[in-house]
């Protein structure tokens, strides 16, 4: 039987006086200057009724701006491979006070309400919100152009990035310095499942996508860092998106 507390013993003990010490400590947990200046993102997944979809991508198609007017669409996206008939869209926003008035201003927008919600919640199944924050060494990519993407979700042992953060980065890092896909963020989970990481990556479609991944696995450098960092890993999930026309993101 898995044993937390042992897990984290060995890793405790296997970690660097240093990287424990308190001066250090602050520092691998922040998850950098977006998080200092109060920027961080909303993850929103919807799962639709079967044989709905199409009604829910034309509603949501025909009324987009009446939500984007309130706050930024960063991507949007139908699942094509993962969960099926879900959705997933990514927003931004500066503070959760800028949050909580955009919810606000929502539920008073009778425009908003009785065009979209009204509509789209029959249609709905489930729905859940993180919010997230982008991880210091990483920046919000545009693709070079219209593409598939994959989000990848890893659920790490507990202890944040003091514990595992170095041996993650390292891993996404080597898997980006290939050049097989294009990394188009990390963001690291603040409301939601703790000790979760989300990387969105782009590829030109997903016959390049298998194509790189088999590359990348004959690769001692990106090998060598999986390896490492998969000590740290509890489980691993991973869904092939299309954006939406509406989405920033192509």
Not at 95 to 120: G, H, P
Not at 139 to 147: F, H
């Amino acid at each position: 039987m898995y044993s937390l507390r042992g897990a984290l013993s060995r890793i405790y003990a296997a970690a660097p006086r240093s990287l424990l010490s308190s001066s250090n400590l602050g520092q691998q947990i922040s998850t950098g200057q977006q998080e200092q200046n109060g920027t961080f993102y909303e993850f929103r997944t919807y799962i639709i009724q079967p044989g709905n979809v199409a009604d829910f991508k034309k509603l949501t198609s025909d009324n987009i701006h009446l939500r984007t007017a309130h706050s930024q669409l960063i991507g949007y996206w139908s699942v094509d491979i993962g969960c099926l008939n879900e959705v997933f869209h990514l927003w931004k926003y500066d503070s959760y006070t800028q949050r909580s008035a955009v919810r606000e201003a929502l539920e008073n927008d009778k425009e908003w309400q009785q065009n979209y919600i009204s509509k789209m919640l029959p249609l709905l199944r489930d729905q859940t919100s993180e919010i997230v924050y982008m991880v210091p060494w990483t920046g919000l990519t545009e693709p070079p152009k219209k593409g598939v993407y994959e989000l990848v979700s890893y659920q790490m042992v507990p202890g944040g990035p003091v514990v595992w953060g170095k041996a993650f980065q390292k891993a996404v890092s080597a898997h980006n310095h290939v050049g097989y896909c294009t990394l188009i963020g990390v963001f690291h989970t603040e409301f939601g499942h703790l000790n979760k990481v989300h990387s969105l990556w782009w590829h030109e479609d997903a016959d390049k996508r298998a194509a790189g991944r088999r590359r990348a696995h004959e690769d001692v450098r990106v090998v060598a860092a999986v390896r490492d960092s998969a000590s740290y890993l509890v489980s691993q999930t991973n869904k092939l998106l299309h954006p939406m026309p509406y989405s920033p993101l192509k």
